[in-house]
């Protein structure tokens, strides 16, 4: 059960998040929180049996994956760690049958847009991000970027 493994990884997560944010903001109630569909579609990124990164995902806007947050321990990063959790992440969405992945961009996260776009993501244009503003039911912020994937149950 991947809450109880994210209780049982929490000084993990909660040091990798101080470790790759400049501003790290998420404390223990924001890894543990429950939303729609989070412990399916999250998942802890282990590599020689200890925690080397995070993908917290939920599906807080029905029939789609909302991605909040992921990240990789530095010295991990730039091995394919990152890429291989998005396309997981994909997939255990397909199989729920959720049509797209959407993420948000803030100032903190500046230069990982091309790490999403090498993998398909792209931005979305005003006309859009007025339709997902309003079906996440909340004003979004103009320097926030929003960036989405359509994703198929076929996908791989
Ligand atoms: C974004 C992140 C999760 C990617 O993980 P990763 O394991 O390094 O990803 P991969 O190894 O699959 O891909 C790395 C590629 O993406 C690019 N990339 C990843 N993060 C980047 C960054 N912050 N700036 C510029 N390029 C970046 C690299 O150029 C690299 O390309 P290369 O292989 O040609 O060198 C990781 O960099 C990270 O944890 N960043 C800090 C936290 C963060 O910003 N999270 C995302 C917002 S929630």
């Known amino acids: 059960m991947i809450r109880e493994d994210f209780v049982a990884h929490l000084p993990a997560l909660l040091r990798i998040e101080r470790a790759c944010f400049a501003r790290p903001q998420w404390g223990a109630d924001h890894f543990l929180r429950d939303l729609p569909g989070k412990w399916e579609l999250s998942a802890l990124l282990m590599e020689h049996g ?11 806007v029905a029939g789609s994956c909302h991605l909040h947050r992921m990240a990789v321990l530095p010295e991990m990063q730039g091995r394919g760690l990152g890429g291989a959790a998005v396309r997981a992440l994909e997939r255990r969405a397909a199989a729920r049958g959720l049509r797209m992945v959407t993420l948000e961009l803030d100032a903190e996260h500046g230069d990982t847009e091309p790490f999403y776009r090498r993998l398909g993501y792209l931005l979305l244009q005003a ?28 996908d791989t």
Not at 50 to 60: K, M, T, Y
């Open 50 to 60: 200890a925690v080397a990164g995070f993908v917290v995902a939920s599906e807080v």
């Open 127 to 154: 006309a859009e991000r007025e339709t997902y503003a309003k079906a996440k039911g909340k004003a979004l912020r103009p320097d926030r970027r929003i960036m989405s994937a359509s994703i198929r149950s076929g």
